[in-house]
């Protein structure tokens, strides 16, 4: 059966596939792949855009393979199995009364396929979804079974957090949780020029600070989420009440989905009218506040199809970005249907992680499915390599390992960490040899 990505931009048809239901099953399927002489991939739940998974070789589902393993309340420290959604992740947290720091905007991915390319929320002060793992168990390429962490092989877990899968099948991810906490959403239309001479301050003075730009239009979306602290302990004015049900079914599945939806088909059909449907779009924003449990905050329904790619830049460069990137727009030949994401992180220490050893903002393009977005996403690339951008590991982009070991200072420490852990490239995929050679 052909293996195909949320997007639809990359189909594979494996030459087998497993359904492990224990990590023996897993380093089983390794070996058995390699009797056979095929190279292995872990499946996720296909949300890269990229062709990270994809693999006509082995490719190892872990759909079967779900859950929470341990989990210590005190330390906040979660051992979970590799194939969990985060879904199921933050439901399991939840009755724990943990929570993940900070997450995406969508809780379909597994954790291991988030982890292994870099999926991150927004947050100044905070680090991508890897910066939570305190130690991985990896199925290795001889099938053995191998635990990693700051103390057992730093090398390999520095290079092992986010390694898009090149180095082993990860078992088991040990993730150190928070408390359950509540977030107060605020989510508004502002002036674009306001919230660009207000960035850096907003995105200091917020907990989680994001903007959607629409492309066409004079407003931006505005998301400040700032975490709900006892009253006495704060400045703060009270947190708003939760959002009801019904206005929650309105405002995300009606208005930014069913109805987004429509305005992009509209525009798909006469490309002629995406410049005033993306001015309408702007100008319809509203304003909302409501306090809800972290996971129902950040993550939201995304069921209006998209391709997208995405920059990570130097904090103090992403304004220069924007401004090269709004004058390039107009000059395309096709217009862009979707809203440009902006969000930050904090530096961290993950060899191939994006935000490497700097504070950084993330930029995000994306097209409606069907239409045309390679000529906006060339330009959007050229303009990311003039300031070092570096491409999300699951985001669509054309670096290859040349490139990319310019942009990243430990990338010939992973690749010798691979070489170590996978000398016979088991774990290779077409993906891979573009971004981290044969
Ligand atoms: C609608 C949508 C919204 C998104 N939002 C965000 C966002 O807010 N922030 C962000 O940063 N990204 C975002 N992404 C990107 C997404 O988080 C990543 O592409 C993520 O990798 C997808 O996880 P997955 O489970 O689908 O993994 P897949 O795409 O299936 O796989 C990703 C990679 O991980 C590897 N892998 C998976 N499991 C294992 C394992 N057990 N061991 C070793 N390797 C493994 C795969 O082989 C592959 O190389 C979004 C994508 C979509 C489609």
């Given amino acids: 059966m052909t293996w195909q990505n949320w997007a639809g931009t990359v189909t594979a048809d494996p030459a087998r596939r497993y359904w492990p239901r224990t990590a023996d099953a897993i380093a089983d399927a390794v070996r058995d792949a390699a009797k056979a002489g095929l190279t292995v991939r872990a499946l996720g739940t296909g949300h890269s855009f990229t062709a990270a998974a994809a693999t006509a070789g082995a490719a190892v589902d872990l759909s079967n393979w779900?859950?929470?393993?341990?989990?210590?309340?005190?330390?906040?420290?979660?051992?979970?199995?590799?194939?969990?959604?985060?879904?199921?992740?933050?439901?399991?947290?939840?009755?724990?009364?943990?929570?993940?720091?900070?997450?995406?905007?969508?809780?379909?991915q597994t954790i291991s396929g988030a982890i292994s390319t870099g999926t991150h929320g927004t947050g100044a002060?905070?680090?991508?979804?890897?910066?939570?793992v305190e130690a991985l168990e990896l199925i290795m390429a001889d099938g053995s079974l191998v635990t990693v962490s700051a103390t057992q092989d730093p090398d390999l877990f520095a290079a092992a957090r986010i390694s898009i899968g090149a180095l082993g099948l990860i078992a088991t991810v040990t993730l150190r949780c928070v408390p359950r906490f509540r977030l107060v959403a605020d989510?508004?239309?502002?002036?674009?020029?306001?919230?660009?001479?207000?960035?850096?301050?907003?995105?200091?003075?917020?907990?989680?600070?994001?903007?959607?730009?629409?492309?066409?239009?004079?407003?931006a979306l505005v998301k400040r989420n700032n975490r709900v602290v006892a009253s006495s302990m704060s400045a703060r004015p009270p947190a708003p009440p939760a959002m009801p049900g019904w206005r929650r079914f309105l405002e995300y599945?009606?208005?930014?989905?069913?109805?987004?939806?429509?305005?992009?088909?509209?525009?798909?059909?006469v490309p002629s009218l995406v410049k005033p449907?993306?001015?309408?779009?702007?100008?319809?924003?509203?304003?909302?506040?409501?306090?809800?449990?972290?996971?129902?905050?950040?993550?939201?329904?995304?069921?209006?199809?998209?391709?997208?790619s995405e920059y990570a830049v130097p904090r103090d460069a992403?304004?220069?970005?924007?401004?090269?990137?709004?004058?390039?727009?107009?000059?395309?030949?096709?217009p862009v249907m979707f809203p440009v994401e902006i969000r930050v992180a904090a530096a961290d220490d993950i060899w191939l992680s994006t935000a490497y050893s700097r504070d950084t903002a993330y930029i995000a393009i994306h097209q409606y499915v069907g239409m045309a977005y390679q000529e906006y996403f060339a330009v959007f690339e050229s303009i990311a390599a003039t300031v070092g951008g570096r491409p999300h590991w699951g985001k669509m982009h054309t670096l290859d390992a040349e490139r990319l070991a310019a942009l990243y200072p430990k990338f010939a420490d992973f690749l010798r960490v691979r070489d170590r852990a996978d000398p016979g490239r088991r774990f290779a995929n077409p993906y891979l040899e573009q971004v981290l050679g044969g």
């Fill in 253 to 269: 599945e009606v208005m930014e989905n069913a109805a987004f939806g429509a305005l992009c088909r509209t525009g798909r059909a």
């Fill in 318 to 334: 992403v304004l220069d970005v924007l401004a090269e990137l709004r004058a390039a727009v107009p000059r395309l030949a096709q």
């Fill in 66 to 108: 779900t859950g929470i393993v341990a989990a210590d309340a005190e330390t906040g420290l979660v051992t979970v199995r590799a194939g969990t959604t985060l879904r199921q992740l933050n439901a399991d947290l939840d009755t724990l009364g943990l929570a993940m720091p900070n997450l995406g905007d969508i809780d379909a």
């Fill in 125 to 132: 002060a905070l680090g991508g979804i890897a910066t939570q």
């Fill in 277 to 308: 449907l993306g001015r309408v779009a702007a100008a319809t924003l509203s304003a909302r506040s409501y306090s809800a449990d972290s996971h129902r905050v950040f993550v939201t329904p995304r069921r209006v199809r998209f391709v997208e």
């Fill in 187 to 219: 989510e508004r239309p502002m002036p674009l020029e306001e919230v660009l001479e207000g960035f850096h301050e907003f995105a200091a003075g917020h907990d989680h600070f994001e903007f959607y730009w629409f492309p066409y239009g004079r407003n």
